[in-house]
């Protein structure tokens, strides 16, 4: 059974670091993972998708980067803001029928001004 | 817009009432699928469906029902809700043809169940 997990739970930084946030997988054999980010209360906003064939997506400030061999995946945040601030999620696509995303519980992010 | 939508937003309920949360998306997706999302378990899945006519059980299905008579809606039934049911839910959608298989996320319908 798939499992995910993102190490700590929470995080706070000052404004302006670079930050990486870590994502392990159990099963590597994926097709896909996605990086979500969800305000409180709020929906899932899709920020980055890596199929299993690549090594890394890039979107903005965010660089997201992927090695199943490992079962790891990190999502890489240049110059954090405090917009910022939400809890970052990822979630796991194996391959078959049923296209479920197996999701990590997340990292809630804080970025001090 | 490309965009799942779901209704309502919120809704308070007594045991037992049944109810409906309908979930529509405009991206001719085959894929949709209902999640629902607590404090310290995540997001799991409940129902899913690969298209028309074609659903099935996701890891947590004891006490829901769906149905997909269209391909644009996904609705989700809960004949008689239980306190237990009180939780964060999404309905997303995706392709099933292709290479990204990307999921898109509706807003969400927060539920309390008295």
């Known amino acids: 059974k798939q499992e995910v997990t993102q190490i700590p739970a929470a995080l706070s930084v000052p404004e302006g670091e670079n930050l990486v946030l870590n994502c392990s997988f159990t099963?590597?054999?994926?097709?896909?993972l996605q990086w979500f980010r969800q305000d409180p209360g709020k929906g899932l906003t899709s920020l980055l998708l890596?199929?299993?064939?690549?090594r890394e997506q890039t979107s903005g400030r965010l660089n997201a980067s992927l090695d199943k061999s490992s079962g790891r995946s990190t999502l890489y945040i240049a110059a954090s803001q405090p917009g910022d601030s939400a809890t970052y999620l990822c979630?796991?696509?194996?391959?078959?029928?049923?296209?479920?995303?197996?999701f990590g519980k997340g990292i809630t992010l804080s970025v001090r001004p | 817009e490309a965009q799942v939508t779901q209704n309502p937003r919120y809704l308070i309920t007594v045991t037992g009432k049944k109810l409906t949360v309908t979930c529509s998306q405009n991206?001719?997706?085959?894929?949709m699928s209902w999640y629902r999302q607590d404090p310290g378990l995540g997001l799991r899945q409940i129902y899913y469906?690969?298209?028309?006519?074609?659903?099935d059980k996701g890891d947590v299905p004891e006490g829901y029902k769906v149905s997909r008579k269209e391909k644009r809606n996904f609705p989700l039934i809960l004949e008689s809700p239980s306190p237990n049911q009180t939780s964060l839910y999404f309905c997303?959608?995706?392709?099933?043809?292709?290479?990204?298989?990307?999921?898109?996320f509706g807003p969400g319908t927060r539920l309390t169940v008295t």
């Open positions: 997303a959608s995706s392709l099933m043809t292709g290479f990204a298989y990307e999921q898109y």
């Open positions: 099963d590597s054999a994926i097709y896909n």
């Open positions: 890596i199929q299993s064939s690549q």
């Open positions: 979630a796991v696509r194996l391959f078959g029928a049923n296209s479920k995303l197996t």
């Open positions: 991206m001719n997706h085959e894929y």
């Open positions: 469906s690969m298209n028309v006519e074609v659903t």
